[in-house]
């Protein structure tokens, strides 16, 4: 088993050539959020794909062996809910209502802008026929949006809006300072 344990977001960084060169492995959403699964690439090799917790795997990330070899992603077409906005008894402003509500319940959903794709539920798809929305059902690759919050693996980076200090030689010491004293009535 080839152990894949690093991920390069979009194959940042990597040669067209090496890209076109490299295997590739189609995976679902349900598969591609884990951090941890097996699967078998175009080349007929068993992976064990080992991630840090929380990464999210996208269709034409890259995924990096042990060994130094390449696997290239597909994000493979599953089963999804297409919404589209009728023409007849609404606008596309629809599609932002339905996105509204959907994004209150948490449900994963990719933005297009023509149409939203979300994983087969009926109970939903009746909410959005309620909304005069045109729902059908679709063989597609499946990549919703992440949430604001989501982020990818730290690199080391600080995060926007954190304040970080690095301590080298050439700082003079900082003096330290009394706390002040309560004064008396």
Not at 130 to 151: D, Y
Not at 164 to 174: A, G
Request: proline share 9%.
């Amino acid at each position: 088993m080839l152990t894949l344990n690093k991920l390069l977001a979009r194959g940042a960084g990597l040669a067209p050539a090496l890209l076109k060169r490299a295997a590739t492995v189609e995976l679902d959403w349900d598969v591609r959020q884990k951090s941890r699964f097996d699967a078998t690439d175009s080349q007929g090799r068993a992976l064990g794909v080992f991630l840090p917790r929380g990464s999210v795997v996208r269709g034409g990330d890259v995924l990096v062996a042990e060994d130094g070899s390449l696997v290239r992603v597909i994000a493979a077409p599953q089963s999804v809910l297409v919404v589209r906005h009728c023409s007849e008894h609404g606008s596309a402003f629809d599609l932002l209502r339905a996105a509204y509500h959907l994004g209150n319940r948490h449900v994963p959903l990719e933005l297009q802008p023509d149409r939203l794709q979300l994983e087969p539920d009926h109970v939903l798809a009746d909410m959005l026929r309620a909304m005069h929305l045109i729902v059908s059902e679709a063989q597609a690759p499946f990549e919703p949006r992440a949430a604001p919050t989501a982020r990818r693996p730290r690199t080391g980076m600080a995060t926007p809006g954190t304040i970080t200090r690095t301590t080298t030689t050439t700082d003079p010491p900082q003096a330290s300072t009394p706390a002040p004293t309560p004064r008396g009535r």
